[in-house]
């Protein structure tokens, strides 16, 4: 599949209106906040299936929650039907969200197998950071059962992530035997590397054994700060892999502009935009995409956009490509803490 059309010259993300998937009901465990999707194609259901993160209210509790799509075809406002919470169990299980199933790097939305079980990724809270976990299922709707230890824990106090690792994305690279994973990545100490936001969250990489219970951790791939300000240099936040035609690949991430110097947070606005990498196994040579970022900055939003409830935190961006090649980014927006999902459609 060819994704590079999707950050070509002439490229647009047209706003589709109301919220794709509204917060729950009140008192429930995503009255709080619906975002952070991961959308997968099930094969049992022949269906779209979404794992979206889920807070009460004033983020009480945190989970993953479980959408599906009414058809194939319909993946808009109305057309979610929530099951409920991840049937996961296990350590780390009660405070599980931002789940990510494994995926085939060369085919968005296409869940691996290795061997004949589907992997999980998601992040929950150990000796008081954010880590990484893993689980496993024999089917996308589970049970899922969660690793005893975390994959990625928090660095040592000086390291690039010696606060913690979240909102991580995980690829299978069959013909290396490995799974790539990518993970925001918190300092708990000013990094020298990126001067002009020295506590800002990178995005960093990891490899991981299918055999083994601890990922092998390759650093940062991308850091803000570290050169001229522009739409990411403050911070950076998830980002999701996408194949180009040649063997390149394009990434569709988020972040910041505005700097962290002091304490630990992740300030307004967050963004949508791109990466490049030119290596065949990305995992190093990635560059920001400044001439096609950030896809909106806030104060372009439309009114129609801010009369259905978006403003300034565009968050945790995910695109997923149909069958018939549509394609739509479906993001977080709202005041914090309160976000809804919502969607943007591709047209040249």
């Not at 606060?163 to 069959?174: E, I, S």
Request: proline share 8%; hydrophobic share 40%.
């Amino acid at each position: 599949m060819n994704c590079a059309n999707f950050v070509a010259n002439g490229a647009h993300w047209r706003h589709l209106g109301p919220a794709v998937l509204t917060r729950g009901r009140a008192g429930g465990f995503d009255c709080g906040v619906v975002g952070d999707p991961c959308i997968v194609w099930d094969p049992e259901i022949a269906n779209w299936r979404m794992f979206y993160f889920a807070a009460g209210d004033q983020f009480s509790s945190v989970a993953t929650g479980v959408a599906i799509a009414r058809s194939p075809k319909h993946v808009d406002a109305g057309d979610w039907v929530r099951t409920g919470r991840l049937p996961i169990e296990g350590p780390h299980a009660a405070l599980c969200h931002k789940f990510w199933v494994l995926m085939d790097p060369h085919t968005p939305g296409q869940a691996a197998c290795v061997g004949d079980e589907y992997v999980g990724f998601f992040t929950s809270l150990y000796d008081g950071a954010k880590v990484i976990c893993r689980a496993r299922a024999r089917s996308l709707s589970g049970p899922w059962h969660s690793d005893g230890a975390p994959v990625i824990a928090k660095g040592s106090q000086a390291a690039f992530d010696g606060r913690g690792a979240d909102a991580v994305t995980a690829y299978w690279f069959a013909d290396r035997g490995r799974i790539l994973l990518f993970y925001m990545a918190y300092p708990a100490e000013p990094q020298s590397e990126q001067p002009l936001s020295p506590l800002g969250p990178c995005q960093a990489v990891a490899l991981l054994d299918p055999m083994q219970s601890e990922a092998e951790k390759l650093g940062p791939i991308l850091r803000p700060g570290s050169a001229a300000r522009h739409w990411c240099s403050g911070w950076i936040g998830g980002l999701q892999l996408l194949p180009t035609a040649d063997p390149q690949w394009v990434a569709l991430i988020n972040g910041s502009a505005t700097p962290v110097y002091e304490g630990h947070g992740e300030p307004d606005p967050s963004v949508g935009g791109w990466a490049r990498c030119d290596e065949a196994f990305p995992v190093s040579g990635w560059k920001f995409d400044l001439k096609q970022s950030p896809i909106e900055l806030p104060s372009q939003l439309s009114i129609a956009a801010k009369q259905h409830g978006e403003s300034t935190n565009l968050w945790r961006h995910y695109l997923l490509v149909l069958p018939d090649e549509r394609a739509r980014i479906y993001y977080n927006s709202g005041t914090y803490g309160a976000e809804q999902l919502y969607a943007r459609v591709w047209h040249v």
